[in-house]
């Protein structure tokens, strides 16, 4: 199976900070990776799929980069409503495992 | 809008079953692979298992946490994904969700994207 591994597992930021997590995967994964948000008590949101594809209706300052083994996802000038669980997937192979989540707090 | 909504959780004992139910608006499932995701309180997301459409063969696949007690199917006459769990045990106590996966197809190849679309959850608690 593909292991992915997310860091920083915690981050706290402030409103308007540039944020940044990692996910990286035990062996290659094209881009084939996906990220998700996901708040309390709710279903996880789609973001990004082909590892910088921003899923419709996504807001421009999340972006993803990436390929091979090392992906990141970005967002620019923090909001509010982006303080949530932050998870990485591939889908190059069964079983399409997940990250273990990156949570961003505020500071 | 397009929606799905997970039902049939509950409490049940080691050793039960319980049959879990998706039911989409809004769209067809016989046109999508569809996945099974489940969440333990307080964890992350653990994939548990896809049934793929009819233009890939129909089949399933699964985690290996599951495989073996956990059956994925599919009624078209009333366009809903079932997920069967049986031979249940305390770790399989989570929200269980439902999503539909995004494919990609170009001119001989398809990828797989993600998944576009998911349910509320529903709560399974396998407990004493």
């Known amino acids: 199976d593909i292991q992915l591994t997310q860091s920083p597992s915690f981050l706290s930021a402030s409103i308007g900070d540039r944020v940044t997590i990692t996910c990286r995967a035990s062996?290659?994964?094209?881009?084939?990776l996906a990220w998700y948000q996901q708040k309390p008590g709710k279903a996880p949101r789609f973001l990004i799929y082909?590892?910088?594809t921003l899923q419709s209706g996504v807001p421009s300052r999340f972006s993803g980069s990436g390929s091979g083994t090392e992906f990141t996802l970005t967002i620019t000038s923090l909001q509010p409503e982006d303080f949530a669980t932050y998870y990485c997937?591939?889908?190059?192979?069964?079983?399409?495992?997940f990250g273990g989540g990156t949570t961003v707090e505020i500071k | 809008e397009v929606q799905l909504v997970e039902s049939g959780g509950g409490l049940v004992q080691p050793g039960g079953s319980l049959r879990l139910s998706c039911i989409p608006s809004?769209?067809?499932?016989?046109?999508?692979?569809m996945d099974w995701v489940r969440q333990a309180p307080g964890k992350g997301l653990e994939w548990i298992g896809r049934?793929?459409?009819?233009?890939?063969?129909?089949?399933?696949e699964y985690a290996a946490s599951v495989k073996g007690r956990f059956t994925i199917s599919r009624d078209d006459s009333k366009n809903s994904l079932y997920l069967q769990m049986n031979s249940l045990n305390t770790e399989d106590t989570a929200v269980y969700y439902c999503?539909?996966?995004?494919?990609?197809?170009?001119?001989?190849?398809?990828?797989?994207?993600?998944?576009?679309?998911w349910g509320q959850g529903t709560m399974v608690t396998v407990s004493p």
């Open positions: 999503a539909r996966g995004k494919i990609r197809c170009g001119s001989t190849n398809c990828w797989n994207d993600g998944f576009d679309i």
């Open positions: 049934y793929r459409n009819k233009g890939n063969s129909l089949t399933t």
């Open positions: 809004g769209l067809t499932l016989r046109d999508y692979d």
């Open positions: 997937q591939q889908l190059n192979s069964y079983p399409f495992t």
């Open positions: 082909a590892a910088s």
């Open positions: 062996q290659g994964i094209n881009t084939l």
